[in-house]
């Protein structure tokens, strides 16, 4: 399963962005998909994961500002992310189970 990550760009402290993830074959079939981020200078980290049968989890750092969504129908797992800080600036990324990566999207927050 290739994933398409999209939706990254520059927004503003406290503004808010929604990235998307676009699977290639069956979203239902996997059995959860994560998202991750990698700052500058700093090694990847866990941002928020869903499973299968929607239940979710997320880093500390964004529980309460971002939403992690799963539509089955289109394939896609969605990050909503609200209230950001300069420190949620890193590229994104989206996996599935196996050490399945997609491409990265970069997120910029920056008055």
């Known amino acids: 399963v290739q994933l398409q990550a999209s939706g990254g760009g520059l927004v503003q402290p406290g503004g808010s962005l929604t990235l998307s993830c676009k699977t290639s074959?069956?979203?239902?079939?996997?059995?959860?998909m994560g998202w991750f981020r990698q700052a500058p200078g700093k090694q990847r980290e866990f941002v928020a994961g869903?499973?299968?049968?929607?239940?979710?989890n997320y880093a500390d750092s964004v529980k309460g500002r971002f939403t992690i969504a799963r539509d089955n129908a289109t394939n896609t797992v969605y990050l909503r992310m609200s209230r950001l800080k300069f420190e949620d600036t890193a590229i994104y990324y989206c996996?599935?189970?196996?050490?399945?990566w997609g491409q990265g999207t970069l997120v910029t927050v920056s008055s």
């Open positions: 074959g069956s979203l239902f079939s996997l059995p959860g």
């Open positions: 869903v499973t299968k049968f929607g239940y979710t």
């Open positions: 996996a599935s189970p196996g050490n399945n």
